[in-house]
């Protein structure tokens, strides 16, 4: 199965950079995705890596390294509407669905 | 503009009574899934339809049931919901393919008295 591994909480001031981290154990899988949760709305897509490497989309990048199992967003630019769950998934080899991590909650201030 | 819709938004049942949940899309997906997150936790996948094909996962108890009429529908039953099935229950889409991104209608929070 995966297991996947999310720091719980962050907080970051407004106009910062912050990196959200996200470790993986799984023997292969076809994509690593990235979601944003605000409190009490579903998620909604950001980004997803097929290959090792940067993907960058404005003020967000989610960066993957399979060898490493390991991937990151990067949220450049912090604005308060940031502040938010950020959920890290990944899509099994088989099956049409996604695993997802318990996700990180990050608090931007002001 | 296209999208995943679910109906109630905010569902209150009793305990044991059962209760039904509905999504609808736009999209014209193949894949239509049911999540379910509790508070704090990952959303956990109940199961999932691609086309009529209905696949469950191991560990959903058989108190939840699912069924999808056509393409655009898709319904959530709790047979006889328990405090512990409180829950924000997600609806999601998809083309169908390993890579396939997935998009999730506003979901139902369920409230078991």
């Known amino acids: 199965g995966q297991n996947i591994d999310q720091p719980t909480e962050m907080t970051a001031t407004e106009g910062a950079i912050v990196q959200i981290n996200c470790t993986y154990q799984t023997s292969g899988f076809n994509g690593l995705f990235w979601y944003q949760q605000h409190a009490g709305e579903a998620p909604t897509f950001l980004s997803y890596n097929v290959l090792d490497g940067l993907e960058e989309k404005g003020r967000f990048s989610s960066f993957l390294s399979r060898s490493k199992g390991y991937s990151y967003l990067l949220l450049k630019e912090l604005q308060m509407k940031d502040s938010a769950s950020y959920l890290c998934a990944v899509s099994p080899l088989y099956g049409n669905k996604l695993v997802f991590g318990a996700g990180t909650i990050l608090r931007v201030k002001s | 503009d296209a999208m995943v819709i679910q109906n109630p938004r905010y569902q209150v049942t009793q305990f044991g009574k059962p209760v039904t949940l509905s999504c609808s899309q736009t999209?014209?997906?193949?894949?239509m899934y049911w999540y379910q997150q509790k508070s704090s936790q990952a959303p956990k996948l109940l199961f999932h339809y691609y086309d009529k094909d209905f696949n469950n996962e191991a560990d959903t108890p058989d108190n939840f049931q699912s069924r999808r009429p056509n393409t655009s529908f898709c319904f959530l039953d709790i047979r006889s919901p328990g405090l512990g099935d409180a829950a924000m229950y997600l609806c999601a889409t998809s083309t169908g393919g390993g890579t396939d991104t997935q998009y999730f209608g506003p979901g139902t929070r369920l409230t078991v008295l």
């Open positions: 999209l014209n997906h193949n894949v």
